[in-house]
């Protein structure tokens, strides 16, 4: 049972994952590109994909997203921030850029 409950877990993050990622695509293409660190091509399938096509994609037995931190230091510096909170945020921004593939 905890097994199911896992796999149905994963389910629901693919399918929350895929809408948001659905819905940035359609409200500021470069951005969303930017922040899925995905290239046009794969923007364009996703941005095309039916309801249907992207519940028939979460269901899978695997995350369809992974972390774009190769490297557990940048966690560490992310988590760890003692800047203001103004700061902080352009901190934590540059360190995502700095992830990129």
């Known amino acids: 049972m905890k097994i199911d ?12 994952y895929l809408l ?6 359609k409200e500021d293409y470069a951005t969303a590109m930017f922040r899925l660190k995905i ?3 794969m923007a364009e399938v996703l ?3 039916s309801a249907k096509q992207l519940s028939q994609m979460a269901r899978t037995n ?4 992974r972390l774009h931190f190769d490297d557990a230091d940048q966690v560490t510096k992310l988590t760890n921030n ?4 103004g700061l ?3 901190h934590a921004a540059l360190l995502m850029a700095s992830c990129a593939n």
Request: charged share 20%.
């Open 62 to 65: 695997q995350l369809l997203f």
């Open 88 to 90: 902080g945020q352009t």
């Open 47 to 49: 941005i095309s994909l």
């Open 82 to 85: 003692k800047r203001e909170q």
């Open 5 to 16: 409950s896992v796999l149905n877990e994963i389910q629901d993050i693919n399918l929350t």
């Open 39 to 41: 290239d046009q091509a």
């Open 20 to 25: 948001l990622a659905q819905r940035l695509l």
